[in-house]
């Protein structure tokens, strides 16, 4: 019997993913969670088979909770399910331990076919990410500029990118607004932008929104 986590702050989404986990999986054990804390409390304190994860959720940022998960639980399969396009962050969340990356608008068949083959000890990973892995070896592939910035220099960009002022990204992700701030002005440097309407229309050009 598996024993498999959910973790996402759509009730209807945890509602969904169970419903199709329990057609593939009748005897499975499944429990759900609907924020980073409360989920690396349970991964912490419980025995689980697989975790199946939003990357954006209430309180940490996904990529920290995934790193500390894995520093912690090494062997743990850990997918993530998640509304952003693979382009933006596939490669980012399988950099930081993930075993998979699917977006949320997969196919039920590729999500159970993802969970199979995890559960067996190996990476998930698409044709469109085998393709984009493929073509980091390529030293003339184009490097975009914002695929530069550190994991949480791009959750700050896509928070801004998304209308969240300084004080709300610091009250989402639990950093002070000083180091939000610090992190904002970095990725301005980095990415040779001016004003949060550069950076909204920069995001939007490169599909991060």
């Given at each position: 019997m598996?024993?498999?986590?959910?973790?996402?702050?759509h009730t209807i989404v945890r509602k969904g993913l169970k419903q199709i986990l329990l057609d593939a999986f009748p005897s499975a054990f499944i429990e759900e969670t609907a924020d980073a804390e409360d989920l690396l409390k349970r991964v912490f304190s419980e025995d689980?088979?697989?975790?199946?994860?939003?990357?954006?959720?209430?309180?940490?940022?996904g990529l920290d909770v995934l790193q500390q998960i894995r520093q912690s639980h090494p062997k743990l399969p850990i997918l993530i399910l998640s509304?952003?396009?693979?382009?933006?962050y596939a490669i980012r969340v399988l950099k930081a331990g993930a075993s998979g990356y699917l977006n949320k608008n997969s196919a039920p068949?590729?999500?159970i076919k993802a969970i199979n083959h995890v559960l067996l000890g190996k990476k998930y990973i698409t044709p469109s990410i085998a393709e984009k892995l493929a073509a980091g070896f390529d030293q003339d592939a184009q490097k975009f500029t914002h695929?530069?910035?550190?994991?949480?220099?791009?959750?700050?960009?896509?928070?801004?990118?998304?209308?969240?002022?300084?004080?709300?990204?610091?009250?989402?992700i639990s950093l002070s607004a000083s180091t939000i701030?610090?992190?904002?002005?970095?990725?301005m440097t980095k990415l040779n932008l001016k004003t949060n309407a550069d950076l909204t229309m920069y995001s939007f050009e490169n599909k991060l929104i």
């Open positions: 598996y024993r498999i986590l959910i973790a996402d702050d689980w088979d697989l975790v199946i994860s939003d990357i954006s959720m209430p309180g940490r940022s509304m952003y396009p693979e382009d933006q068949e590729e999500l695929e530069s910035l550190s994991d949480r220099e791009f959750e700050v960009l896509k928070l801004l990118a998304a209308g969240k002022s300084v004080s709300e990204i610091s009250e989402q701030s610090t992190y904002r002005a970095r990725i």
